[in-house]
Nanobody, 126 residues
Framework: QVQLVHSGGGLAQAGSSLRLSCTAS??????????MGWFRQAPGKEREFVAA????????YYADFIKGRFTISRDNAKNTAYLQMNNLKPEDTAIYYC?????????????????WGQGTQVTVSA
């Protein structure tokens, strides 16, 4: 069973930065065969799309509320995906999840992702 292991969450002040990481733990899992995405869920709210990588080199997609503050990336040699979050705001407080989808699946919809991390808490204070 593939596991996506998170690291990098925690407490941050508004305006600061955090980098989330997500590493695939199964060495049989061919990381490069999957496109990665990030979602988040705030208390009392539904899980929402944050960012995703596409299949074409350099292709990435972001939710409108990101407005250039976050950057998604990956390092296939390390089986790891990243979410660099800059200029954090209190409304970014949520549990953040990385997920992996196979080719042909849509980046925007959580149901199209096959594997999920356990989530990492990000709390931003004003």
């Amino acid at each position: 069973q593939v596991q996506l292991v998170h690291s990098g969450g925690g407490l941050a002040q508004a305006g600061s930065s955090l980098r989330l990481s997500c590493t695939a733990s199964d060495h049989i899992f061919t990381f490069s065969n999957y496109a990665m995405g990030w979602f988040r869920q705030a208390p009392g709210k539904e899980r929402e799309f944050v960012a995703a990588l596409g299949w074409s080199a350099g292709a990435s997609y972001y939710a409108d509320f990101i407005k250039g503050r976050f950057t998604i990336s990956r390092d296939n040699a390390k089986n790891t995906a990243y979410l660099q979050m800059n200029n954090l705001k209190p409304e970014d407080t949520a549990i953040y999840y990385c997920a992996a989808r196979s080719r042909g699946r849509r980046y925007l919809y959580a149901n199209d992702y096959l594997y999920w991390g356990q989530g990492t808490q990000v709390t931003v204070s004003a």
